[in-house]
């Protein structure tokens, strides 16, 4: 049974920086790409970022570029999201899921039915 299990969510002030841990289980994790996507209150979930299954490919959303980076650790079956610059904007509940594929790509990787498994989540709050 696949399990992701994210962390390192909390409150954090405009301009300030926060990073997301996922912990992968149950499942060969190299092999597959992995995103983050987020949802907010009365919104729907919307994608953040995707790292291809070795790391070598990454891809954001529009709204993160330049201020988040995702990564990867296949030795630990964890994969990370940096958050830099935070806005109010950011707060939401981040998700992390396993892609159905290896690679990323901008036809495929926002879209949340590419994803098998899901994360419960963790909150982000800026306060401004």
């Known amino acids: 049974q696949v399990q992701l299990v994210e962390s390192g969510g909390g409150l954090v002030q405009e301009g300030g920086s926060l990073r997301l841990s996922c912990a992968a289980s149950?499942?060969?994790?190299?092999?597959?790409?992995m995103g983050w996507f987020r949802q907010a209150p009365g919104k729907e979930r919307e994608f953040v970022a995707a790292?291809?299954?070795?790391?070598?490919?990454?891809y954001y959303a529009d709204s993160v570029k330049g201020r988040f980076a995702i990564s990867r650790d296949n030795a630990k079956n964890t994969v990370y999201l940096q958050m830099n610059s935070l806005r109010p904007e950011d707060t939401a509940d981040y998700y992390c899921?396993?892609?159905?594929?290896?690679?990323?790509?901008?036809?495929?990787?926002?879209?949340?039915?590419?994803?098998?498994?899901w994360g419960q989540g963790t909150q982000v709050t800026v306060s401004s």
């Open positions: 149950g499942h060969t994790f190299s092999n597959y790409a």
């Open positions: 790292i291809s299954w070795a790391g070598g490919s990454t």
């Open positions: 899921a396993q892609s159905r594929t290896s690679y990323v790509g901008g036809t495929y990787s926002p879209d949340r039915q590419q994803y098998a498994f």
